[in-house]
């Protein structure tokens, strides 16, 4: 099962977005791209709605079905690992295998050796087409490589046997993501992971290492701009690279799990994707479910209330909200508006505050930080939320697919 050249990963909490999503990818479409859309959703996110995989099939086919897009798509498990894939394997046809928690596990010495080893045609000065400079590969970089890896590619190799055995060979495509984590993977590092997925015969068709910066949901790249588009240039050559050198599928190419709205880095990648020809897949997630609340409150009476009450549930709840993020969020709460002052907003400054575009006076991050985590609260409020979407469906549907056409793929496909 092949991706395409370009896919963009949305995700949608509350699974009532799908056609709103899938029109602004065939709007895109319409400039004779071919954007695949991925629709991604985590195990966790399922835990907090209360949905199940099979949820996310059913909304996508329908969809599909609503719009007659009659290109390819795809149903992502996102970020599974071996205790949480089972409930995925009938529904999903793209798994993303999340191995971070087993960067730096050990692994037994004998192949930490074995796997240097294999790499001794790589030592010393190692010239990678398009990188200006050869990268610098000794024995001891090998061994911490190896130390560092190997037990999180070991795993992907575990999940990977586990989806053949109960999915079958060529139904399915695979990810490996490593991007959960603090310390980013350099270039060289992201090298030898794909040796050794190779090695282990992980087909990998998109890979999302960490990048260098700050990744937050739902807010804009916090980081140096200039080492990220050289990181992210060199990485896509070390995949062309890996691809020829250790025999990975052709189409491989890097995933990036954005958290949404890094448009500062959208230019970035557009450029070196275009300059190689390369293809690119962008994960996003939450950036819909803020376009829902930012719908209800367009859309005024009951559904500003309830815009206003999902707020102030955030902003009481916030540390328990916060927690499972508290990675990849970056909330200043002395800039958080109160409850109070909140709740005596007009729609415009509601949806102003909230709604993501750089240089509008009233966007906060920081509030648009604390509900992009707190879709928990909304789900809690079971049908008062789900019946508000389906009852304002044209407003939030117009907000979503203007989020995602307007915001991110002319950003990303230069449109
Ligand atoms: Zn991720």
């Not at 200039?226 to 240039?233: R, S």
Request: proline share 4%; glycine share 6%; with cysteine.
């Amino acid at each position: 099962m092949m991706l395409g050249k370009y896919s963009i990963g949305v995700g949608d909490r509350f699974a009532h977005q799908g056609v709103a999503q899938l029109r602004a990818i065939m709007k895109a479409n319409e400039s004779g791209l071919e954007i695949s859309p991925v629709w991604n959703k985590s195990n966790r996110e399922h835990i907090y709605v209360h949905t199940h995989p099979a949820d996310v099939r059913k909304e996508a086919d329908a969809a599909v079905a609503t719009l007659g897009y009659t290109g390819k798509y795809f149903v992502d498990a996102d970020h599974i690992n071996l205790s949480t894939v089972a409930p995925f394997v009938e529904t999903a046809d793209f798994f993303t295998l999340d191995v971070a928690a087993f960067i730096g596990k050990p692994s037994a010495e004998a192949d930490v050796k074995a796997f240097v080893a294999s790499c001794e045609k790589y030592m010393g000065e190692l010239a990678i087409p398009g990188i200006e400079k050869p990268l610098h590969v000794t024995k001891e970089l090998l061994e911490e490589i190896a130390s560092k890896f190997l037990a999180a590619t070991q795993q992907a190799a575990e999940i990977y046997k586990f989806l053949i055995e109960n999915k079958g060979t060529g139904n399915f495509v695979t990810e490996v993501s490593m991007d959960e984590v603090e310390t980013p993977q350099t270039p060289i590092d992201l090298l030898f992971i794909l040796k050794m997925l190779a090695d282990k015969k992980v087909p990998a068709q998109t890979i999302a290492p960490k990048f260098t910066g700050r990744f937050n949901k739902g807010v804009d790249y916090r980081g140096d701009l200039v080492q990220f588009a050289k990181e992210f240039e060199e990485d896509v050559l070390v995949i062309d690279y890996a691809v020829k050198e250790f025999g990975l599928p052709e189409e491989l190419k890097l995933s990036v799990h954005s958290g949404s709205d890094k448009f500062s880095i959208y230019p970035i990648m557009a450029e070196v994707i275009k300059k190689y020809d390369k293809g690119l897949h962008l994960k996003t997630a939450g950036t819909t479910w803020l376009e829902e609340v930012i719908g209800l409150a367009v859309a005024g009476g009951e559904g500003l209330e309830l815009a206003k009450k999902i707020y102030a549930n955030s902003y009481n709840r916030k540390d328990e909200l916060c927690a499972p993020y508290a990675d990849v969020i970056d909330i200043d709460t002395s800039k958080l508006p109160s409850i109070d002052e909140v709740n005596n907003w007009t729609s415009e400054k509601y949806t102003n505050t909230l709604r993501h575009i750089p240089g509008q006076p009233d966007y906060n991050p920081n509030f648009r930080q604390l509900i992009h985590v707190a879709y928990k609260v909304a789900a809690e409020m079971g049908e008062t939320y789900t019946g508000l979407l389906e009852k304002y469906t044209d407003i939030i549907g117009k907000c979503v697919e203007e989020n995602i056409y307007d915001r991110h793929l002319k950003r990303l496909f230069n449109l």
